[in-house]
């Protein structure tokens, strides 16, 4: 099986290893970088885990691409490792063959490709919840048995799930999908009864007393962040096409062929697994819960495809029997053992259009990051996100220049995005945004410490240096226009300004009171 998928898992590493060396990080991922100068319990917009690890690397390592996306590189091979045991505990003697097919459409899945790339918190997040979930069965089928388990499954189990929780607060679907499962079999429910389950749940949410202190500590500001997010409370109404959009776009990002081998796999259940695990159960709750819950939320709120990326964890190692056709024993028989005796292909054509959709999204992702945005070809105005990949280089120096000529003064921009970008590029964690936007910026932000300084702002098109902003200086220099384009092509025009005699008073509370 290896030889099979091997020219495209060639081609998926070559491509994955473009972007993690030669690609200047996205604005989030430069604001998670900028977290991690400023160590904290937890943070405005996401909990602390990467954060933390993104400060380690960094003081240990000093800054780079490479060292950014490290941490990267570490869950991934922890993540794929999990799929490999998972194969040996399904497939037993033919764990090999179906763990490659399980890593071929992983990889083809967009979703996967692109979030275990990124130095976002999902590469983490979706590691130890996978993690969790396979120490989470192993406990369940060995309480099965006995009536026991082993308890040291359930209790790692339980640590890793809270680590999930450290990286996202999606990680709740997973544990929402143990407890379901648990509740839904009768020969489980008896675990309600037995004080090493609470003590399971303990250690879970010990692992997130950080985020708890932190927010006991800042006036709630992540926890109502999130309760509000996206949501306009003044109009409520209902949007009816927005759950069809959120679960249309799940499909093209996990890949519709991997999406048709799930149905296939939930609704036919394959005698190649071992038939003594509740594996499958966990896997239908977590995807259940998951997609029901989100499918609603966009009912009414916002529900990003990515927001349900733990989902499908569990599905790909059922879809192997969907691709193979069921393998031929091995035996002692020596003439056998002679033959080809790994699985071949149901659907050698579905298979390998699976790989080629995946590996054209990988590619016209990577040209997209790292050569010019796609979006250039069209409106680039309708992309400002992705305009902002590029012409860091040019305007770090331009900046720079400004500064000196100032003399002592501090950076400043007009949204996070922007200020993260600056602040890598000239490694330099001080940058500060000044915004209408509520954002970690504002938490950091301390006006007594900059009052009567002279600042050097850089605005751009999508965030402009409005009146408000400039009226916060008791004088403000013409902007320097600083154009980027890419290949002939324009893409944005940056500004930089130079800003005398600071006396904002600009702050979270003022924000949260408008």
Not at 137 to 143: A, P
Not at 356 to 381: E, Q, R, T
Request: aromatic share 16%; with cysteine.
């Amino acid at each position: 099986m290896l030889k099979r998928v091997l020219p495209f898992l060639v081609a998926f590493l070559t491509l994955r290893l473009v972007f993690w060396f030669a690609t200047f990080p996205n604005p989030d991922e430069a604001y998670y970088w900028l977290w991690g100068k400023h160590p904290a319990l937890s943070y405005y917009d996401h909990p602390p885990f990467h954060a933390w690890i993104q400060g380690i690397f960094t003081t240990i390592l000093d800054q780079s691409f490479l060292v950014l996306r490290l941490p990267n590189l570490l869950s991934n091979a922890v993540f794929f490792y999990c799929y490999y045991q998972i194969s040996k505990y399904l497939y037993g003697e033919w764990a090999n063959d179906y763990f490659w097919m399980i890593t071929a459409l992983i990889l083809a899945s967009p979703l996967y490709f692109l979030f275990l790339g990124l130095a976002w918190h999902d590469h983490w997040l979706i590691t130890f919840c996978l993690s969790s979930a396979y120490l989470f069965i192993r406990f369940l089928d060995s309480y099965l048995v006995n009536q026991k388990g082993e308890t040291l499954l359930l209790y790692s189990s339980a640590g890793l799930l809270g680590l999930a929780f450290l990286c996202k607060y999606s990680a709740v679907f997973v544990g929402a999908g143990f407890l379901a499962t648990v509740v839904s079999i009768p020969a489980l429910r008896s675990l309600l009864r037995d004080r090493r389950f609470y003590v399971a749940i303990l250690i879970t949410l010990s692992a997130f007393l950080p985020v708890l202190l932190w927010n006991f500590g800042n006036d709630f500001q992540s926890f109502r962040y999130y309760a509000t997010r996206s949501v306009d409370v003044g109009s409520f109404q209902l949007k009816w096409s927005e759950p069809l959009n959120f679960l249309l776009f799940s499909i093209l990002m996990v890949s519709p062929i991997n999406v048709w081998a799930m149905v296939r796999a939930i609704r036919q259940p394959s005698p190649q697994i071992r038939s003594d695990t509740i594996y499958r159960s966990v896997a239908l709750w977590i995807f259940g819960i998951s997609t029901i819950s989100l499918s609603a939320i966009a009912l009414f709120s916002t529900a990003l495809y990515y927001w349900n990326i733990t989902a499908y964890l569990l599905l790909f190692p059922l879809l192997p029997p969907v691709f193979l056709n069921e393998p031929i024993p091995k035996t002692q028989n020596s003439k056998l053992k002679t033959q080809n005796s790994f699985p071949p292909l149901r659907t050698p054509k579905l298979f390998t259009a699976g790989q080629l959709y995946g590996l054209l999204f990988a590619g016209l992702l990577v040209i997209h990051y790292s050569v010019i945005p796609l979006s250039a070809f069209a409106d680039p105005s309708g992309d400002p996100d992705s305009q902002m990949l590029f012409g860091w280089d040019a305007v770090g120096k331009a900046v720079q220049i400004q500064q000196r000529e100032l003399g002592e003064s501090f950076l400043a921009t007009t949204d996070y995005r922007s200020a993260s970008a600056l602040a890598y590029e000239l490694n330099d964690p001080t940058v500060i945004a000044i915004s209408d936007r509520i954002d970690q910026f504002d938490l950091w932000y301390n006006p007594d410490l900059i009052k009567g300084k002279n600042a050097v702002i850089l605005a751009d098109d999508w965030h402009p240096a409005d009146p408000k902003l400039l009226a916060q200086f008791e004088r403000t220099s013409e902007p320097i226009a600083i154009p980027v384009s890419r290949f002939g092509r324009s893409l944005k025009t940056y500004y930089v300004i130079k800003g005398y005699g600071f006396h904002g008073t600009t702050s979270v509370e003022s924000k949260l009171n408008k």
